[in-house]
């Protein structure tokens, strides 16, 4: 069972920045096609930004673009999500996962909460 742990999240103002990161605990990491999802309350998670495993192309949700940046560490089994510029709207919980083309999910991780508020 492969088993995500998210981290990173935290509470910084409007504008602020925050580095997310997820260690995955599996060892082929570096054959999976990756992506950071969020979910606000009561709502269902959506898709923030993802990576490819074969060639590392990214993509990113609209809101996110020039904002965000997701990268790996595959030697780390770690997943990165730069975060700048964030704004109250980005508050949300913030989940890694296989990306949404990649086959069957693993397992969700708790997650990493992001607050941003002045």
């Known amino acids: 069972q492969v088993q995500l742990v998210e981290s990173g999240g935290g509470l910084v103002q409007p504008g602020g920045s925050l580095t997310l990161s997820c260690v995955a605990s599996?060892?082929?990491?570096?054959?999976?096609?990756m992506a950071w999802y969020r979910q606000f309350p009561g709502k269902q998670r959506e898709l923030v930004a993802g990576m490819t495993a074969s060639d590392g192309k990214t993509y990113y949700e609209d809101s996110s673009k020039d904002r965000f940046t997701i990268s790996r560490d595959n030697a780390k089994n770690t997943l990165y999500l730069q975060m700048n510029s964030l704004r109250p709207e980005d508050t949300a919980v913030y989940y890694c996962n296989r990306g949404p083309s990649g086959g069957n999910m693993w397992p969700w991780g708790q997650g990493t909460q992001v607050t941003v508020s002045s």
């Open positions: 599996i060892d082929t990491f570096r054959l999976y096609h």
